[in-house]
């Protein structure tokens, strides 16, 4: 089990950039996923981008290039950058971690660890 926490959250205009953070606690597994998802007002949570132990990227087709997901394994960190943000990005934004990944990158409930959540709003 990890701790996460999630930073880098805040209010944007549409066009706007944001790069949320996602600290781990602890690292060294040797089969994993990590993962961002976010749950928009009225909405399920859904799969934004993960990346896995093999470095392989995943990402939601809507974002359509706008997001990239990346890790600093020296310092235990998952990372976002979005660029061109829309108002429909607006969400609470997750981390989450997959330590024995089978895949399934989009399946939330393959994921036991989860941080908080960081605020993104995008207005028009």
């Known amino acids: 089990q990890v701790h996460l926490v999630e930073s880098g959250g805040g209010s944007v205009q549409a066009g706007g950039s944001l790069r949320l953070s996602c600290a781990l606690s602890?690292?060294?597994?040797?089969?994993?996923?990590m993962a961002w998802f976010r749950q928009a007002p009225g909405k399920e949570r859904e799969g934004v981008a993960a990346i896995d132990s093999n470095g392989k990227r995943n990402y939601a087709e809507y974002l359509q290039g706008r997001f990239a997901i990346s890790q600093d394994v020296d310092k235990n960190t998952l990372y976002l950058s979005m660029d061109n943000l829309k108002p429909e990005d607006t969400g609470m934004y997750y981390c989450?971690?997959?330590?024995?990944?089978?895949?399934?990158?989009?399946?939330?409930?393959?994921?036991?660890?989860w941080g908080q959540g960081t605020q993104v709003t995008v207005s028009s």
């Open positions: 602890e690292s060294g597994y040797d089969n994993y996923c």
């Open positions: 989450a971690a997959d330590l024995d990944d089978n895949g399934r990158w989009w399946e939330e409930n393959d994921f036991g660890d």
